[in-house]
């Protein structure tokens, strides 16, 4: 492996081996210049970009581009007196954000439906790579438009930061340097949690601090992704989801049925997985990152669900998108019109296919309905047993939506639903024999997923408070156990594509 140039196939995952040499040598000359705040950010600045480098390749020039055109127009914003100038100039930077990720994410997408309604011949083309090629004499192909790894992560963020400079929320001048260092920090860059600028650059300015706990509390997350990741996420995907959802017609109803229980966990520990080691990882350089995720399939509704799922992209939906429509401010239509299309958005940056809209769309009238039964939802909620029966229904809710989300096409996800839902229980022994592994864990960590949060809480803390050899011992049989389940081939992170 070549450490210095991007190669498509060895992409620097959280994952990989080299991934952990490579932050123990960006933490050593860290150590060095902690306490000299610019010299500590522009190295990670440096390191951030030679990391979406590693992780996306040439588009490192569209991350820098995104950066300087961002800043200079939150330049021109401060430098205008007049809200109706500041406006104009927040829907240009809007416009210039969205642009690029329209361009890359969603071209096909409305090229297919132009050539289906016109019955035209369009071949979408890399005008990017066309352009660079021409001007700078390159070779890059034109042939296919590639999605730029995190463009929908770091997007976001860049939207975020205009509408807090608009809204006034950032009162500080921001520096190139600060901004730069905000929408490219590593850790987080090319899966999330969406961060907000009010919410990370006020912690740029403040002295570097890593306690004790906070280094016990980032080993933890650490290995607590990893097993996520490796243990759960991977090992099941490589040894039963994937093979149902390539090929449902080959399989019987009751593994349809199995697999989109697989799927329901193997994107929780997979996401979730990797915001731990964000999260942990932002902590060894001394920033703290919102949390993501909160026991999503423990939600008793589907708001509470969203309460608890991806938490930093639906309070970004709230914020950018449902409060600026009109939220809950306009009349009960008008905030069931405003959730729909919130969540139509939401479904969209997934991505441009039908399936993510009618997941999304899905999901925004689940949303209507939960407003609509809100007193009796409430009522039901004040028992054990109705929250336990709530959580059993908007569990299979939301584990049948992740069909449409996991499937390679809207007729796959037909197709399984429709074998899962002929499912023939006298085959469930059979298949349980033949897949008891994979279905364990899946088993293991939906219980460990709904154990009680005092559970949690105090094996968290037990780790923490442990000594470093003790910690030591529990990392070398972690990994010991990871290494003899993690397959041969690179198993990238499902948010990569988003």
């Not at 650490?222 to 090992?235: H, P």
């Not at 490589?238 to 009751?254: A, C, E, K, L, W």
């Not at 349809?256 to 520990?269: E, R, V």
Request: proline content about 4%.
């Amino acid at each position: 492996m070549n450490i210095f140039t991007y190669t498509a196939d060895e992409p620097l995952l959280f994952t990989q081996l080299y991934f952990w040499i490579f932050l123990l040598a960006v933490l050593s000359v860290f150590a060095i210049i902690k306490n000299k705040p610019k010299a500590a950010h522009l190295w990670l600045l440096a390191v951030s970009l030679f990391f979406y480098y590693k992780s996306s390749g040439n588009f490192v020039i569209l991350l820098v581009i995104t950066t300087l055109l961002t800043y200079g127009i939150s330049l021109w914003m401060d430098k205008v007196k007049s809200r109706k100038a500041k406006k104009s100039l927040l829907f240009t930077g809007i416009l210039f954000d969205t642009v690029f990720l329209l361009y890359f994410k969603y071209t096909y997408f409305f090229i297919d439906i132009a050539n289906s309604w016109f019955s035209s011949g369009i071949q979408p083309q890399d005008y990017l790579s066309l352009f660079v090629n021409n001007s700078f004499g390159t070779s890059f192909s034109v042939d296919k438009i590639i999605l730029p790894v995190g463009i929908s992560f770091y997007s976001f963020q860049a939207i975020s930061f205009l509408a807090d400079k608009y809204k006034g929320r950032l009162k500080e001048k921001t520096s190139l340097l600060d901004f730069a260092f905000y929408l490219t920090f590593f850790p987080q860059l090319v899966a999330g949690p969406i961060v907000r600028a009010d919410v990370f650059l006020p912690q740029i300015k403040e002295k570097y601090s890593l306690t004790a706990y906070d280094f016990s509390f980032a080993f933890f997350l650490i290995l607590k992704g990893l097993v996520k990741k490796i243990f759960v996420s991977d090992y099941i995907s490589v040894n039963f989801v994937d093979r149902i959802f390539n090929s449902p017609d080959t399989f019987t109803g009751i593994e349809n049925l199995l697999a989109t229980y697989g799927y329901t966990m193997q994107i929780y520990c997979d996401f979730s997985g990797y915001t731990d080691i964000a999260i942990a990882v932002s902590l060894l350089f001394g920033f703290h990152l919102p949390m993501n995720f909160n026991s999503p399939y423990k939600a008793v509704t589907i708001t509470d669900f969203w309460h608890r799922w991806h938490i930093s992209l639906s309070t970004w939906l709230r914020d950018y998108i449902y409060i600026p429509l009109g939220g809950n401010r306009k009349g009960k239509l008008r905030q069931y019109l405003n959730l729909m299309t919130t969540m139509l958005v939401g479904g969209f940056w997934h991505g441009a296919d039908i399936k993510f809209v009618f997941w999304g769309g899905m999901h925004g009238l689940l949303l209507v309905a939960d407003k609509l039964i809100k007193p009796l939802t409430d009522k039901i909620t004040k028992k054990s047993v109705g929250r336990f029966v709530l959580a059993f229904i908007t569990f299979h809710l939301v584990n049948t939506l992740w069909i449409f989300f996991r499937a390679d096409n809207f007729q796959t996800a037909v197709t399984v639903m429709t074998r899962a839902l002929h499912a023939d229980l006298s085959s469930l022994i059979p298949v349980v024999s033949a897949y008891i592994k994979p279905l364990s864990v899946i088993i293991l960590a939906l219980a460990i997923h709904i154990l009680p949060s005092k559970i949690k809480i105090g094996y968290k803390d037990w780790f923490c408070k442990t000594p470093l050899p003790v910690k030591i011992v529990v990392a070398v049989i972690v990994i010991f156990v990871l290494v003899q389940v993690k397959g041969s081939a690179i198993q990238p992170f499902i948010y990569f594509q988003f």
